[in-house]
């Protein structure tokens, strides 16, 4: 049988063949638009974000701000390193002055923070200039002292006089 | 089963591109898609919604083809991408197409069996809905080479060139198809 009809409709007519496209033509696919999805608009959805963005990091930045203006002023902490044991080089003379045979009171001077800051070689001159204004002030101090000790006796003399 | 070996025998899209000038210019569509060119698309889906809506019928109730077709263009436009061959545009959409019948028997089958209401939609045409049944009662290649042929009016080149089959396979799957089909209406009347 000739079937080039059913394969590419050409040649003779299968008359049964057109009777079937005939009636199975009606279920013939009808065209339809497609209704393809919408592009999505991303811009607003990214404008909303960063305006929220935006207004946190406004938000931050004022919180920040407020709390520093209202909060009460500290002192900057510094941290002072345990001074070491080494002690300055005194020379004969001072340390003779220093230690008098007057029971004069032992303070026990602890070295400020600020001139541990200091380099070694300044550390070194100011203890220097302590010790000498040291000195000095016990030098005073026993000239007065001796000023009182010697004042002192006459007023007694004069109370017991007086009594 | 033989028939389903026929269906395997599929061409390359440079047999079908000898075979007519189909796969070019779907190629020429493919890259437009994926460049961005909605409209497309639409030539895409214009060329090949008749393909589409025949497999459909050959394995589907004929109220669920329309909506199927649909949903089928939809999810080939979003899975574009996918496509390795861009002349193969054809045979893949076929291949989602077949897919996607055999998601619907499964689903219909965990829900409910296509009752009669379903089924009633179809007797209106019921001269042509008479044949149709007896088409999706032969095998399967044979009924979609059938329906492509005789409801959807696609000449045998065609429908190799799209559905990427042989030109030799549709040939024995209609000569075949036919002659059952013969035999199946030899009980009706009027044929």
Do not use: C
């Amino acid at each position: 049988m000739n079937d080039d009809y059913l394969w590419d409709k050409s040649g003779e007519p299968d008359p049964q063949i057109q009777q079937l496209e005939q009636i199975l033509g009606t279920l013939r696919y009808q065209p339809k638009p497609l209704a393809l999805p919408q592009r999505r608009n991303y811009f607003p959805l990214l404008a909303i974000a960063a305006s929220l963005l935006l207004a946190l990091l406004a938000g931050g930045i004022w919180l920040r701000v407020r709390s520093r203006n209202e909060a009460p002023p500290q002192q900057a902490r510094v941290e002072t390193p345990t001074p070491k044991p080494t002690e300055a080089p005194k020379p004969p003379e001072l340390r003779s002055a220093l230690n008098p045979p007057l029971s004069a009171p032992k303070r026990i001077h602890k070295p400020r923070s600020a001139s541990s800051v200091l380099p070694a070689r300044e550390r070194e001159e100011a203890l220097m200039a302590k010790q000498q204004l040291m000195l000095a002030l016990r030098l005073t101090t026993e000239k007065l002292h001796l000023v009182h000790t010697r004042t002192q006796p006459n007023q007694i003399k004069n109370q017991h006089r007086v009594g | 089963m033989y028939a389903t070996a026929d269906m395997l025998l599929t061409s390359t899209p440079a047999h079908a591109a000898e075979q007519t000038q189909e796969p070019a210019i779907e190629v020429v569509l493919v890259r437009a898609v994926l460049q961005g060119d909605r409209e497309g698309f639409s030539g895409l889906y214009d060329r090949y919604a008749p393909l589409v809506h025949g497999i459909l019928l050959a394995r589907v109730p004929r109220a669920e083809v329309d909506d199927l077709v649909q949903d089928i263009f939809l999810h080939a436009f979003k899975k574009l991408h996918t496509l390795r061959d861009e002349a193969a545009f054809g045979p893949w959409i076929a291949m989602i197409a077949r897919n996607r019948a055999v998601d619907f028997h499964r689903r219909s089958k965990e829900t409910v069996e296509i009752n009669d209401d379903l089924r009633g939609s179809e007797q209106h045409d019921s001269r042509a809905a008479e044949i149709l049944e007896l088409i999706r009662s032969l095998p399967e290649a044979y009924r979609e080479t059938l329906v492509l042929r005789l409801v959807e009016g696609m000449t045998g080149p065609e429908i190799a060139a799209r559905t990427g089959l042989t030109a030799a396979s549709v040939r024995v799957n209609l000569h075949r198809g036919m002659k059952l089909l013969r035999e199946q209406l030899g009980y009706m009347e009027g044929l």
